[in-house]
C-alpha cells in the first residue's frame, strides 16, 4: 500500500477544514515523524506571548514542533510561529469563550455535542499544561514535557490523545483535541493572526493566497499559479507585512 505523503495529508487536512483528518501527518500513516533538535535547546521568544508563561510557551512550542514538525518539504508548526497564534487566540475572545454556552449543566455529552467542559480555552490550555509537566516530571525523572527527547514527547502526545494519560484538572484527550485543532488553525490562517509564518502552511498546500482576482489566470489550465502568496496585509508573510 502505497504510502501517503505529508503534503497529501496536509493538503486533505485544509479541503476537508478540520486538523482531525490528518492524523498526524504520517505518524499513523506508517512513518515516524523526523526527530528535531531537542526542543529544550532552542530559547523561546521572549516578549512575544500575551498570556503563556514561560513554562506554558516552552511547552506549546514543543508540542506543535511535534504535531507538525518540519520536513524536507518546508517549515513546521514551530518555524511558522503556530505559539504565537495560539496564544494570541487564548488571550482574546476565543480564549474567553465569550460566544459560547458556558452556564451549565455540566454533563458528560457525546462527542458528536461538541465542546462540553466548564473551563473556558485558555483555562484549559493552563490547567491541562501544568498537569502534562506533572506527569512528565513524574515519570521521565524531573523533566517537563519541553526538556524531553523527540521520541519520549510522542510518546505523551500519543497518551494525551488515546486518554492513557491522566491529568488532575482536565481531560486530556479534550486537551489534546483542542491543541491539535489549534495547530492546524494557526499553521494554515492568514499570517495577520500571527501564524503561518513565510506563508509555511500555503506553500505546502500550493494556496496562492486572497490576492484581489484571477481574471488572467483563470483559463491557464494545467499551468502552475506564477505568483507568490499574498495574505490580507501583504506579501511579507508575517502580520505586521505591507503589500
Not at 3 to 26: P, Y
Not at 50 to 72: H, N
Not at 76 to 101: C, H, K, N, P
Not at 175 to 183: A, D, I
Request: charged share 20%.
Amino acid at each position: 500500500m502505497r504510502k501517503i505523503t505529508r503534503r497529501e495529508m496536509l493538503q486533505t487536512s485544509a479541503l476537508a477544514g478540520s486538523a482531525s483528518a490528518v492524523s498526524w501527518f504520517g505518524i499513523r500513516a506508517g512513518q515516524a515523524a523526523p526527530a528535531t533538535t531537542n526542543p529544550a535547546t532552542t530559547p523561546v521568544p521572549t516578549g512575544s506571548y500575551s498570556y503563556f508563561t514561560t513554562a506554558e510557551a516552552a511547552f506549546v512550542d514543543a508540542a506543535i514542533g511535534r504535531l507538525i514538525p518540519a520536513d524536507e518539504l518546508g517549515p513546521g508548526a514551530r518555524e511558522a510561529s503556530v505559539a504565537i497564534f495560539i496564544d494570541r487566540q487564548l488571550v482574546g475572545s476565543y480564549g474567553r469563550a465569550d460566544t459560547w454556552y458556558m452556564q451549565g449543566p455540566w454533563k458528560t455529552g457525546a462527542p458528536e455535542q461538541g465542546y462540553q467542559l466548564r473551563l473556558t480555552p485558555a483555562q484549559l490550555y493552563r490547567v491541562a499544561i501544568e498537569g502534562v509537566n506533572k506527569y512528565c516530571r513524574q515519570h521521565f525523572g524531573d523533566k517537563t514535557f519541553a526538556e524531553l527527547a523527540a521520541d519520549e514527547q510522542d510518546k505523551v502526545l500519543h497518551g494525551l490523545e488515546s486518554g492513557a494519560i491522566e491529568l488532575a484538572a482536565a481531560p486530556a484527550k479534550e486537551f489534546f483535541n483542542m491543541l491539535w485543532q489549534n495547530t492546524g488553525e494557526g499553521y494554515f490562517a492568514d499570517p495577520m493572526y500571527g501564524g503561518n509564518r513565510a506563508f509555511a502552511g500555503w506553500k505546502l498546500v500550493g494556496f496562492p493566497g486572497p490576492r484581489y482576482n484571477y481574471i488572467n489566470e483563470i483559463e491557464q489550465y494545467g499551468k502552475p499559479y506564477p505568483l507568490p502568496p499574498v495574505g490580507l496585509k501583504g506579501r511579507s508573510g508575517s502580520d505586521g507585512g505591507k503589500d
